[in-house]
């Protein structure tokens, strides 16, 4: 059983910062792609950015030059630092992990957390 657990979100004014954390837990030992959806009210959920285990990152357009991720490959862990906050960043951010191997087989299959919220106030 494999757990993502996000924390981080919160309540922030227009140009501000905010940085969310992500863990995966349980039966893991490496993955291959970690990274944050997000999902504003009435919308579809959309790629925020993500990241391989080589260390290459992919963004949306919305977010390139503001928001930058990160991850520990021997912890489990990514990270999203997001800078200069806008109102349309509002959402609830989803950690997502892709493809992880338990340490006997690759697991092709999406893992998602539950979800932090963040607010960004104009």
């Known amino acids: 059983q494999v757990q993502l657990v996000e924390s981080g979100g919160g309540l922030v004014q227009a140009g501000g910062s905010l940085r969310l954390s992500c863990a995966a837990s349980g039966s893991v030992l490496s993955i291959y792609s970690m990274g944050w959806y997000r999902q504003a009210p009435g919308e579809e959920r959309e790629l925020v950015a993500d990241?391989?285990?080589?260390?290459?990152?992919n963004y949306a357009d919305s977010v390139k030059g503001r928001f930058s991720i990160s991850r520990d490959n021997h912890k489990h862990t990514v990270f999203l630092q997001m800078n200069n906050l806008k109102p349309q960043d509002t959402g609830v951010y989803y950690c997502?992990?892709?493809?992880?191997?338990?340490?006997?087989?690759?697991?092709?299959?999406?893992?998602r957390g539950q979800g932090t919220q963040v607010i960004v106030s104009s």
């Open positions: 990241m391989d285990s080589g260390g290459s990152a």
């Open positions: 997502n992990a892709e493809r992880l191997f338990d340490g006997h087989r690759w697991l092709e299959r999406d893992y």
